[in-house]
């Protein structure tokens, strides 16, 4: 590779969770610190990061088109980086194939890309997809450094990486074992966070609600300690936490939702399937029933909590009878929200060679039903908050001249029309409902 220029621009494309997208800001904020700076929009970047995710589909191919739209028309291309689960499970692939790439770093490592540009701009390519354990976290450049701000929400990564190793799953591989950030440096940096204008905070984990960690007497915490603490800090208006296992939802957590005002109604708790056989083959270690038990519990301590979950259609081996299980316990939930997937053979799973794989029809059909389900339980959920008074954070303008978008405490999106701010709380009357979104009307701002 031919020496360049050191760029001065960049641009970050985040796919997949929304980890990637605390990952990508963080590489944004990396890159700042060099004096890079991110290119309008419209405009080419100097220097592209693509941060890929590799849960499902072809996600390397996609890979691939990514970086052949990136070439100009005159044939050359912008400095490009792979970053995130696609670097680290194929990074060696991605060197070989595609000669445009210059730097592969995987999710443990992207705390190293200035040195990788400063060798890329030396014409060397470099490769790190190493991962340390937590060293990533101490050496980013702290939250709000140089006065960036922050949108009203943001998210905070608590803990990464898995040790569930459920069977259709790559990120055990991908993000590494287990690992909780310690509860110090959350406190920094989520006030660093409030300060830089976030009223709205969601912790993130592969298993959230695996966090644990320690205070500082030395008192052992879980992440609902770690909720409790952040709640205290004046500013900061609302809490959520995102993605949790059902075998880790302790007593204390469930306990802070009836207790916590700032931890909103809301749980995202997959479940995968609705049949004891097919969650025993995907190595859940919960059934449907101790599934449905913590419900209940999570329930009695906030009536009011809105659930959603993750499904995968056509796991290997299901049948037409365990996939109509899974349509009961829809039925049995009435989940608010709900992401729904084909089930994806993700290479090096002990999945992806079972006995049974379910034909691409099959999994459309039965993606098919589980969606209308689905669909027909969010617009329920959401038809019924009509007529409720509630708070919305706002978020960002609307489509029409003078029209808002927030969330309600339930994560629903409400658009309203009249005068506001980002990262105000207004009370707004609910109107109308779509399985999407809802119209208000505005009731009040709270005094500035
Ligand atoms: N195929 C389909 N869906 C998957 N998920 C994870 N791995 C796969 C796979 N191999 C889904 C699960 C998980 C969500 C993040 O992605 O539902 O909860
Ligand atoms: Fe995708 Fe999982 Fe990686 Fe997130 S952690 S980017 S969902 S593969």
Request: negative net charge; proline residues 6%.
């Amino acid at each position: 590779m031919r020496q360049v220029a050191p760029p001065r621009t960049y641009r970050v494309k985040s796919f997949g969770c929304q980890m990637n997208v605390y990952d990508g800001e963080r590489m944004g904020e990396l890159l700042a610190e060099r004096g890079l700076s991110v290119a309008p929009e419209g405009e080419d970047a100097d220097l592209v990061v693509l941060n890929t995710c590799h849960i499902r589909e072809k996600a390397a191919e996609k890979v691939y088109s990514d970086i052949g739209r990136l070439r100009r028309e005159d044939g050359s291309s912008p400095l490009i980086a792979v970053a995130g689960c696609v670097a680290q499970a194929e990074g060696d692939e991605i060197m070989a194939r595609a000669p445009s790439v210059s730097m592969v770093v995987g999710p443990q490592a992207y705390h190293r890309l200035p040195e990788m540009l400063d060798r890329a701009t030396k014409g060397e390519r470099a490769t790190d997809t190493d991962m340390p354990a937590d060293a990533k976290f101490a050496a980013l450049p702290p939250r709000g450094k140089g006065g960036r701000r922050s949108g009203p929400t943001a998210f905070l990564t608590v803990q990464e990486g898995c040790d569930k190793f459920c069977t259709y799953c790559v990120v055990p591989y991908t993000r590494g074992a287990e690992i909780s950030r310690p509860y110090a440096d959350l406190i920094d940096e989520a006030a660093r966070l409030v300060d830089a204008g976030a009223r709205e905070i969601t912790l993130l984990g592969q298993n959230v609600n695996a966090w644990t960690g320690e205070d500082s007497k030395g008192r052992a915490l879980g992440l609902d300690g770690l909720i409790r603490e952040l709640a205290k800090l004046p500013d900061l208006q609302r809490i959520r936490y995102t993605t949790s296992h059902p075998n880790d939802m302790t007593e204390g957590l469930i306990a802070a939702h009836g207790e916590v005002g700032k931890l909103m109604p809301y749980l995202h708790l997959p479940v995968q399937a609705g049949s004891d056989r097919v969650l025993k083959a995907m190595n859940r270690s919960h059934t449907v029933e101790s599934y449905l038990k913590v419900l209940e519990r999570v329930r009695t301590a906030r009536p009011d909590i809105a659930l959603s979950g993750d499904f995968i259609v056509g796991f290997p081996g299901e049948t037409e009878a365990e996939f109509a299980e899974t349509l009961s316990l829809i039925d049995a939930v009435g989940y608010a929200a709900a992401f729904s997937f084909k089930y994806s053979p993700r290479p090096g799973t002990p999945a992806a060679t079972m006995e049974g794989q379910v034909a691409m029809e099959v999994m459309d059909d039965r993606l098919q039903r589980l969606q209308a389900a689905l669909s027909r339980d969010s617009l329920a959920f959401n038809r019924a908050s009509v007529g409720k008074t509630c708070d919305i954070l706002v978020e960002r303008k609307g489509r029409h001249p003078g029209q808002w978008i927030g969330k309600s405490p339930w994560l629903q999106s409400v658009h309203f029309e009249g005068e506001s701010r980002f990262g105000e709380i207004v009370t707004v009357d609910l109107a109308e409902a779509g399985p999407n979104s809802l119209a208000g009307r505005l009731v009040e701002r709270a005094p500035a």
